[in-house]
């Protein structure tokens, strides 16, 4: 993944942030490298209403400025994918 420093950071941080903020109290995140994608994985919790979606728009903006590819899955588990070069 070639991506400055600081730009890494923020992905991460909001996309672990969110996942954490948006999962189920006993259940699980999943982070992790599968068929050359990084990818967070959650189970969507009761507090889906919580935020305002501005930490995903800042990663979708942040991987849209490197031009990396990336794809999100919704519906009962929520996963945020990378596409690793």
Known sequence: ?????????????NLISNA?????EK???HIGIEQGYFF?????GPTQSK???LGLY???NLLD?????YETIEGEKFIFKIKLK
């Open 1 to 13: 993944m070639y991506i400055g420093k600081a730009a890494l950071n923020i992905i991460l941080s």
């Open 20 to 24: 954490i903020n948006y999962t189920h």
């Open 27 to 29: 259940d699980t995140v």
């Open 40 to 44: 967070i994985q959650n189970k969507q």
């Open 51 to 53: 935020g305002n979606g």
């Open 58 to 60: 800042i990663v979708r």
């Open 65 to 69: 400025n490197y031009k990396m590819k």
